[in-house]
């Protein structure tokens, strides 16, 4: 076990294709710190869009939209709750909409389908956790959690994934690293 339990971590390699047979971003980034990361997945499928999701997405509050929930681990212990949300037309009938991993992550597999990030709008609140959220994360009931909200955006200006990511504020370290043209 590591001695220092807390987790730092970067956006770049989640927003990025990556090779044929790589791993998925979580898997490559846990291992390139010495660490074990690995992800469960809860549910996949068409939902009904929450209305912040909605908002985000464009579409009408209640459309069905397809989530890929999952639970993320590391070192064997929960350590992110993640909701991966698409439109619909982009996500219906592919792997995203099912609870197999997919080779080399989703958004592999979106740039294979011709939906490419062009741009990216992450927004981070620290808040209270939900008694659900406390009970999977394994947090204490005065613990906060992180919650990361991320919209990629194509370069036609369409929003094609929505994640909502809720983490122990105590074993968290988000870091951002801009380039400047």
Same mark, same amino acid.
């Given at each position: ?11 770049? &390699? *989640? ?14 980034? /846990?291992?390139? +710190? ?5 992800? !469960?997945?809860?549910?996949? $499928?068409?939902?009904?869009? &929450?209305? #912040? #999701? ?5 579409? &009408? &509050? ?19 709750? /993640? ?9 219906? $009938? ?6 197999? !991993?997919?080779? $080399? ?9 011709? *939906?490419? $990030?062009?741009? #990216? ?13 406390? +009970? ?35 074993? +968290? ?9």
């Amino acid at each position: 076990m590591q001695s220092d339990t807390r987790w730092v971590s970067s956006s770049l &390699p *989640y927003l990025q294709a990556r090779p044929d047979g790589s791993p998925d971003a979580w898997s490559a980034e /846990t291992a390139a +710190q010495g660490r074990r990361g690995r992800q !469960k997945i809860v549910h996949a $499928g068409e939902v009904p869009a &929450p209305d #912040v #999701v909605a908002g985000l997405l464009g579409v &009408p &509050p209640g459309e069905a939209v397809v989530v890929r929930r999952r639970l993320m681990l590391l070192d064997d212990r929960p350590s992110e709750l /993640t909701d991966t949300y698409y439109p619909a037309p982009i996500a219906r $009938g592919t792997p995203l909409a099912g609870t197999a !991993k997919i080779p $080399g992550g989703a958004v592999t597999l979106l740039a294979r389908l011709g *939906y490419a $990030g062009a741009t #990216v709008r992450e927004d981070v609140v620290a808040r209270m956790p939900t008694d659900d959220e406390r +009970q999977t994360l394994d947090t204490t009931p005065d613990e906060p959690v992180l919650q990361l909200t991320r919209l990629t955006i194509d370069s036609g200006g369409r929003p094609i994934q929505v994640d909502l990511m809720t983490m122990p504020a105590h074993s +968290q370290r988000l870091r951002y690293e801009i380039a400047l043209p």
